[in-house]
């Protein structure tokens, strides 16, 4: 079974010496008090629930799989699921980063974000049913009413009840706007739903005592596409006044999708019968309460990649050290041994420096991310949360698209040091590739992430966001720009943001003349866009490192950040020439191509 631990010196690395999160959130008054070590103590003990709790039912979970009973339409998780869910709730744990009006414990963002990327690596199948909560969380937070806020809210946050997103359709896949599911007014205020949903994570399970379904439904004469839809809480039992539950509601499990992974966790078709919901927001406006919830959602989908890069990373790394195979190239390496272990083979380590690359500079945003996600919501200085806003705008779909990219690439790697082994169950890598295909595709897929990027995030206003974050570039290359030992980081990184401004323009041109050739740019723009951010992030990340080694510090940890940042500039980084070429072929190599695909 593979084995796991969690990167708590890593983590500590990036939350207090490159980024400083307590400094950067102590203008908040309800972080004021937040300290180090009372993150560590709280993320060590997360560290053990995940590898001791839920690492154990990753295997078993993706054998056994869920049980949909086809009567009761009732869903079974897989054996011992329902019971880690109850020490997870005994622990506290859903309520880290809650609201305290609603029973959290109000700890910054980025505590819940490492906690969740542990429980990725551990479990990401487990960890879909407590994470979509956060995402029906914020929305209900966000525009829901003072009355619904009351009713569902504290449950919620104590993990009592888990929570859904209920948005797309058989036939309309991410466009919304094509849905049919119908809310038909009724006289006390609800409404009553019917229509049917599919790919619903976690939609129907037998770990808590209610799921709070947060449904898109078009009221009876809405405008048509997406203008006319609306958001609905419709709960699996309808609450009563007192807060206890009521009879059951119109809305149950027609269905368990059978997948290429994620097995342990139940991707419902959700059957929509005459349910009873109430409106979150206005009529018409439900696309509002929606983007809450995707914001929320992709940045944890990238968070699941993280965790399975992390987790697969670990696995390879071990065995490349225990498996003996052929000599080095340069000369035996174990002399004492017929064999040297295939560390010592280049490739090998090109496949494992590759995974711990993407592994820590995806740890690096995501982390940032959670802190912009925080001073955009709660810094007291008004152009702080505006600028914070923004920037997380623009790296949300890199997060998304970029982190589940590297994922595939990362799991797929660590699968091939294991040779025909890995291909083979019994090791737990092709799980790990399994698990993490589905991220490349839901929460939009990686192709509507890069056109969201370039289209939306970065055209739509000129470039301005893009150029925010090109002064975070700019300030770090005028910092260290003269200094020789940063050289192999800080001039790869100046020449490509320099090459960014141009490329842009350049495909906004093009996209102004015709729109397919935004479409046709996009995804390779998306990845060098995520390079740009990874590369920004390596070079903080060896700046501190350097620093450290230079007063003296002789931890070896800083010297494995160096090399795994001389790495990732000399042997990924590089790929931004080859996308920008690919980006700029056009078109019409696309498109001009009716024989070819006839």
Known sequence: MPQYSPPLRDMQFVMHEVLKVTDELKPIAKYADADVDTINAILEEGGKFASEVILPLNVSGDEEGCKLDPVTHAVTTPKGFKEAYKKYVEGGWPALSGDPEFGGQGLPLVVNQCFYEMLNSANQAWTMYPGLTHGAHAALHSHGTDEQKKTYLHKM???????????????????LGLMRTKAEPQPDGSYKITGNKIFISAGEHDMAGNIIHLVLARVTDAPAGIKGVSLFIVPKFLVNADGTLGERNGIY???????????????????????????????????????????????????????????????????????????????????DKPADPIIVHPDVRKMLLTAKAYAEGGRALAIYCTVLLDKEHYHPDEKVRKDSGEILSLLTPIVKAFLTDNGHI???????????????????????????????????????????????????NNGATLKKFGKLIGALVAEEGVNEKMAEFINPLAYLADQMTKFTTELGFKGFQNADEVGAAAVDYLRVAGHLVFGYFWARMAQVALQEIAAGNTDSFYLAKLQTARFYFAKLFPETATLMRTARSGSKVLMDTDAALA
């Not at 946050?157 to 896949?173: D, N, Y």
């Not at 929606?290 to 071990?318: D, I, K, P």
């Not at 025909?420 to 019994?426: A, C, L, P, R």
């Open 253 to 335: 499990c027609g269905g368990l999708e059978h997948k290429m992974g994620i097995h342990g966790n139940a991707t419902a078709q959700i059957v929509i019968d005459g349910a009873i919901g109430t409106m979150v927001g206005q009529p018409n406006k439900g696309m509002q309460g929606m983007f809450v919830m995707m914001n929320a959602a992709r940045l944890g989908v990238g968070n699941q990649s993280l965790g399975l890069t992390e987790v697969a990373y670990q696995n390879a790394l071990a065995y490349a050290k225990d498996r003996i195979q052929m000599r080095s190239l340069s000369g035996p390496k174990a002399k």
């Open 157 to 175: 946050t104590s993990g009592e009840w888990t929570g859904t997103m209920c948005l797309t359709e058989p036939h309309c896949g991410t466009d």
């Open 410 to 460: 990362s799991t797929n790697a660590c699968m091939q040091v294991f040779g025909g082994h890995g291909f083979i169950k019994e090791w737990g890598m092709e799980q790990f590739v399994r698990d993490n295909r589905i991220n490349m595709i839901y929460e939009g897929t990686n192709t509507i992430q890069s056109l969201d990027l370039l289209a939306r995030k970065v055209l739509g």
